[in-house]
């Protein structure tokens, strides 16, 4: 059954959250579905004014918000928790109209999201008794930082909003949330759902497009930016917020390197490293991009690697049987495309599936895996963030380990192996912010995320992603 555009959204109006209002902008843009490259719906536009109003409006509410205890905050923000969670069949559905990925994986985002609430906001910061010594007292207290702006990517939209938005408001401050302009509906549509529930200013979600994160990186009302995106922007941002010298949180690329060693069972584990590498059609910043395969299992690897990829079923998000989607927008299609020639015209490199695009309306990529390829190659030495694997063989596990590292990303990676123990302990040499042993993706649960190296600055979720949203202030005085 082919399944075609998902039309129920073309004739909705889609708003901004501003100052307690939903309103209108002084244009709007066309959101694309990537599996049809038709209009999903229109998004309004946002100008530097409404930015400026957001702003005010945050600033003007903070002194009552701040005063509120943790719990009194958490209170809308649970009641947010539960309208997303009955209303996530619309999200979830819209999600995978402007994302483009199965409607199976958009459930599973909006449900992680909520969940992320009930974690989050099952915390708390209390002051921390330093030290108690001849009649004087020290302490740790955590302060709010004011307006946290930020910008979330087009690959997880809600799944990496949420936390940001949770952190900051838990906190004691107020968010400026702008989506990217490729995948905002399901943004506009939380505003929607947030919008009865907070003091006006407290919560601002604005659509704008990619100049709209550099008015708020530069934004002197703007006490930090947390972006998740790539590592080029991720620079910018850092460069731009540095005359007002802003917190930032990065969340950046990776290049996660996954590591089979010699006694891995390969029919076992070459199915889940796949779903490591290929799910949400590899759009995933802590996907593996590089497989290294040791030598003596190195065929029967790429083999069962092959025929992984080739029981993918490709096609729309919203037809059940889909298990790959789309490329989210026609850049990074036309990006992959140009990587696919490059590495086409390599010598000797295998391509033993895939290796190029669908001959049909939407950005898709057949699953391509590519053999008998090494490092010096963009394949390799890149992120591609697509559904391409490049598998790499190795002699020896000092290598392979010293070769996963000598890149200049940290984001994630992966040792396969029977022998756990031996899996713990190479694991921990990954230069890296999460490393897992015999799993790859998905950390669960309420734990620290976030990269080493170029892959970023500061960790999402937990006590330290909280902290972060906050700043120490050491209280001195008679005990």
């Not at 207290?141 to 838990?170: C, D, E, F, M, Q």
């Not at 490049?390 to 002699?395: A, C, E, H, L, V």
């Not at 070769?403 to 984001?411: I, M, T, Y």
């Amino acid at each position: 059954m082919h399944h075609t555009q998902d039309g129920r959204w073309v004739e909705r109006r889609f708003h901004h959250l501003i100052a307690g209002e939903l309103c209108d902008g002084p244009f709007v843009f066309p959101v694309i579905d990537p599996a049809t490259e038709q209009t999903v719906a229109h998004a309004p536009g946002a100008d530097r004014a409404m930015l400026d109003r957001a702003v005010a409006s945050a600033q003007a509410a903070l002194p009552a918000w701040q005063a509120l205890s943790f719990s009194e905050r958490a209170a809308p923000l649970l009641q947010l928790r539960d309208r997303i969670t009955e209303n996530a069949e619309d999200l979830a559905a819209l999600l995978t109209a402007e994302q483009g990925k199965p409607l199976a994986l958009s459930r599973e985002e909006i449900a992680a999201g909520a969940g992320t609430i009930t974690a989050l906001t099952g915390r708390t910061l209390e002051p921390e008794l330093l030290g108690e010594a001849g009649g004087v007292r020290t302490e740790l207290h955590y302060r709010p930082l004011g307006v946290i702006g930020a910008i979330t990517p087009w690959n997880s939209p809600l799944l990496l909003a949420i936390p940001k938005l949770v952190s900051a408001l838990y906190c004691g401050n107020a968010i400026v949330l702008k989506p990217s302009p490729t995948t905002p509906l399901t943004s506009l549509l939380l505003a929607e759902l947030a919008a009865p529930l907070f003091p006006a200013g407290i919560v601002n979600i604005i659509a704008g497009e990619n100049e709209f994160g550099h008015w708020m990186s530069t934004h002197p009302g703007i006490a930090k930016i947390n972006f998740t995106g790539s590592v080029p922007t991720g620079r910018r941002i850092m460069e731009s917020a540095a005359p007002t010298l802003k917190r930032l949180t990065l969340e950046l690329g990776g290049n996660d390197a996954a590591i089979v060693l010699e006694d891995a069972d390969i029919t076992t584990v070459a199915p889940r490293i796949l779903q490591g590498a290929f799910r949400n059609s590899g759009q995933i910043c802590q996907a593996i991009k590089r497989l290294y395969v040791h030598e003596s299992v190195y065929e029967r690897m790429v083999t069962a690697m092959t025929e992984a990829a080739e029981r993918l079923v490709i096609g729309p998000g919203n037809d059940p049987a889909t298990t790959l989607g789309p490329i989210q927008n026609r850049t990074q299609f036309d990006r992959l495309c140009a990587l696919l020639d490059e590495t086409r015209d390599l010598p000797a490199v295998r391509f033993t599936t895939g290796g190029h695009a669908l001959n049909r309306p939407g950005y898709f990529i057949a699953p391509t895996i590519v053999a008998d390829i090494a490092e010096g190659t963009r394949l390799v030495d890149e992120e591609q963030f697509g559904p391409i694997l490049p598998i790499i063989r190795y002699s020896s596990v000092e290598d392979a380990i010293a070769r996963a590292n000598a890149s200049p990303f940290g984001l994630g990676g992966s040792i396969w192996t029977s022998d756990h123990r031996r899996g713990w302990e190479l694991a921990g040499r990954l230069e890296t912010g999460v490393a897992w042993v015999n799993h790859h993706l998905g950390l669960g649960g309420d734990f620290p995320f976030g990269g080493v190296k170029q892959s970023g600055i500061g960790r999402a979720k937990s006590i330290l992603g909280l902290k972060a949203h906050m700043e120490a202030q050491v209280l001195q005085g008679p005990a």
